[in-house]
Structures are given as structure tokens and as C-alpha cells.
């Protein structure tokens, strides 16, 4: 079954502990996002990657990290989180970056205190 | 900048009813249009999909979508409501010609059916 899997689902840290939020795509889709979504806003790009150690900054870059050194991991790195990163994200993977259908994860709910 | 804005936050309809749910976009080059489906506790699923061709589209569930291009449009419609149609649609647009992989988003619609 073609899936994005997200972990973990929820997540509840505190201020400045460093955490990682993992994605894997079984469809060896080359493009992959990452989103957060707040209420109101929608969704919108943290980072995205274009290919294996190719990655770029999307709309809300600061404050996280990513990494692509597999073409089916896509890891989120928060390296100090902050309340204002509490948020609903979001991982995707296309095949394309035009007009391909995106396929999104379950979500990571994380709660920063 | 390509945006996308979508009218009304909540829209509630009676089982049966008409859906309508608004999208506008702004883009100076030919868009490539998406609405998203998000039910809760889980991600977005594709509803349907423009990008060349027929302006008349058609996505699963019963939904389907006109690109009006002198409208910079994509409403979003069903001639029946479901109960199972409960969810918050997302309107999306993929950004100029960078090839980046990103989705501009509406704000969200979230679609109530009342019995």
C-alpha cells in the first residue's frame, strides 16, 4: 500500500529539548515537503527536498532542520523547540513538484510547554 | 506571489443539499489546481485535480470542480450532501513553474451536514 508514515503522532516536550520527527515514503517519490498547519492559516511549507541531500527552505523555515539522505526518509528536526512551534505537521511526497498528486501523512500533533 | 483564498471558514448544508465551497487563486502564470480532503485525525487525501485540458473536473466521492480561468476560480461542488462529507477542504495551487514540490493553500473550509 503506497503511504507516508509519520512518527510519532503526538508529542508533548518541553522547551529547548531537541526532538525529531520522522517520515518514510514506500512510493520512491522524489519530492518531499514538510508542512505545519494552524488554525486559520492552512497549511503552509517548513522545508522541502527535491532529491537525495538536496533541500531548501519553504515559507516557515526557523527554528527547524531537515535532512535527505535516503530517498524515503525525510526527518524534522527541531533543535530547540519553543511553544510557538506548537503545531499540527505535515509530511508529503510527490512525484513530481508540479502537477502530481501529493500524498500527506497522518500528522504529528506536537505540544510544546 | 501565487495565493489562494477560500470564502467562508464554515460552511453548513442539509443532508441533500447543494455543497459549494469557494476558491480563488492569484498566479501570473498558468496554475495547477488542487482540492484536499481532511478528515478528523488524518491527513490529506486528493480530492481532485486541474491542470491541462478539460475545465470540468472530476474527483472521487461525487465531487467535481470548474476552472474558470477570466474567474481565477475552482469552486468546488456536489449536488448531494453526505453525512460522511463532513471534513475541512483545502484549495491548493503549486507555485509558478519552480518545481519545487510546493502547495499554496486556502485557509480551510470546514463543511458541516446537518441531518
Known amino acids: 500500500e503506497a503511504q507516508v508514515t509519520q512518527n510519532p503522532r503526538y508529542l508533548i516536550t518541553v522547551t529547548g529539548k531537541k526532538l525529531t520527527v520522522t517520515c518514510s515514503q514506500n512510493m520512491n517519490h522524489e519530492y518531499m515537503s514538510w508542512y505545519r498547519q494552524d488554525p486559520g492559516l492552512g497549511l503552509r511549507q517548513i522545508y522541502y527536498?527535491?532529491?537525495?541531500?538536496?533541500?531548501d527552505k519553504g515559507d516557515v523555515p526557523e527554528g527547524y532542520k531537515v535532512s535527505r539522505k535516503e530517498k524515503r526518509n525525510f526527518p524534522l528536526i527541531l533543535e530547540s523547540p519553543s511553544p510557538n512551534q506548537t503545531s499540527l505537521y505535515f509530511c508529503?511526497?510527490?512525484?513530481?513538484?508540479?502537477?502530481?498528486?501529493?500524498?500527506f501523512g497522518q500528522g504529528t500533533r506536537l505540544t510544546v510547554v | 506571489a501565487q495565493s489562494v483564498t477560500q470564502l467562508g471558514s464554515h460552511v453548513s448544508v442539509s443532508e441533500g443539499a447543494l455543497v459549494l465551497l469557494r476558491c480563488n487563486y492569484s498566479?501570473?502564470?498558468?496554475?495547477?489546481l488542487f482540492w484536499y480532503v481532511q478528515y478528523p485525525n488524518q491527513g490529506l487525501q486528493l480530492l481532485l485535480k486541474y491542470t491541462t485540458g478539460a475545465t470540468l473536473v472530476k474527483g472521487i466521492n461525487g465531487f467535481e470542480a470548474e476552472f474558470k480561468k477570466s474567474e481565477t476560480s475552482f469552486h468546488l461542488t456536489k449536488p448531494s450532501a453526505h453525512m460522511s462529507d463532513a471534513a475541512e477542504y483545502f484549495c491548493?495551487?503549486?507555485?509558478?513553474?519552480?518545481?519545487?514540490?510546493?502547495?499554496?493553500f486556502g485557509q480551510g473550509t470546514t463543511l458541516q451536514v446537518k441531518p
Open positions: 491548493a495551487v503549486t507555485e509558478g513553474s519552480s518545481n519545487t514540490g510546493k502547495l499554496i
Open positions: 527536498s527535491m532529491n537525495v541531500e538536496v533541500t
Open positions: 498566479s501570473s502564470v498558468p496554475p495547477y
Open positions: 508529503a511526497s510527490s512525484l513530481n513538484g508540479m502537477n502530481t498528486e501529493a500524498f
